[in-house]
T-cell receptor, first 109, second 114 residues
Framework: GQSLEQPSEVTAVEGAIVQINCTYQTSGFYGLSWYQQHDGGAPTFLSYNALDGLEETGRFSSFLSRSDSYGYLLLQELQMKDSASYFCAVYPNFNKFYFGSGTKLNVKP | DADVTQTPRNRITKTGKRIMLECSQTKGHDRMYWYRQDPGLGLRLIYYSFDVKDINKGEISDGYSVSRQAQAKFSLSLESAIPNQTALYFC?????????????FGPGTRLTVL
């Protein structure tokens, strides 16, 4: 089966940098994705890592280490609008994703 | 206009009632998915479909059924609703031709079963 672990909640101040970790156990692996979800809203795609290393998209970066079954999402120059839940999701085969339970990020002034 | 739409957005029903949630998309994607989300939990896959003739069970399909009426439409039914099916339901689409495997989500349907 599949399992993903990520912290349930993280708090940081505006302007800071925060890292949200995700460890996974899967029977197969094609890639790791990150999604953002504001309260009551739809999840929206942030990034996808299929290979080891860092992918950067503006203020957000995502890292993957396949040998360690580990990834993280790095958010820089935090803004109040970044307060949301962040989900990692693994792609163990070519059919479907499995999502983690989510990390609620609280950004304080 | 939204690319993935869901109706209704909110629904309150009673135990034992049959209910259908509908999803439509204008993205032209073949792959469609139904997820449920409970507080403190991530998205769990109920059913998925890769084309009109292809329907597959996800992690938690018991108590649910689906119908893929056309490439653009994928409906989820609760044959006899029960209170523990109270949740937020999302439809999503994807295109296997996209390198990043992005899933595009609808706005969600908040279902309450009394």
């Amino acid at each position: 089966g599949q399992s993903l672990e990520q912290p349930s909640e993280v708090t940081a101040v505006e302007g800071a940098i925060v890292q949200i970790n995700c460890t996974y156990q899967t029977s197969g692996f094609y890639g790791l994705s990150w999604y953002q979800q504001h309260d009551g809203g739809a999840p929206t795609f942030l990034s996808y890592n299929a290979l080891d290393g860092l992918e950067e998209t503006g203020r957000f970066s995502s890292f993957l280490s396949r040998s360690d079954s580990y990834g993280y999402l790095l958010l820089q120059e935090l803004q109040m609008k970044d307060s949301a839940s962040y989900f990692c999701a693994v792609y163990p085969n070519f059919n479907k994703f499995y999502f983690g339970s989510g990390t609620k990020l609280n950004v304080k002034p | 206009d939204a690319d993935v739409t869901q109706t209704p957005r909110n629904r309150i029903t009673k135990t034992g009632k049959r209910i259908m949630l509908e999803c439509s998309q204008t993205k032209g994607h073949d792959r469609m998915y139904w997820y449920r989300q409970d507080p403190g939990l991530g998205l769990r896959l109920i059913y998925y479909s890769f084309d009109v003739k292809d329907i597959n069970k996800g992690e938690i399909s018991d108590g649910y059924s689906v119908s893929r009426q056309a490439q653009a439409k994928f409906s989820l039914s609760l044959e006899s609703a029960i209170p523990n099916q109270t949740a937020l339901y999302f439809c999503a689409t994807s295109d296997p031709g996209l390198a990043d495997n992005e899933q595009f989500f609808g706005p969600g349907t908040r279902l309450t079963v009394l």
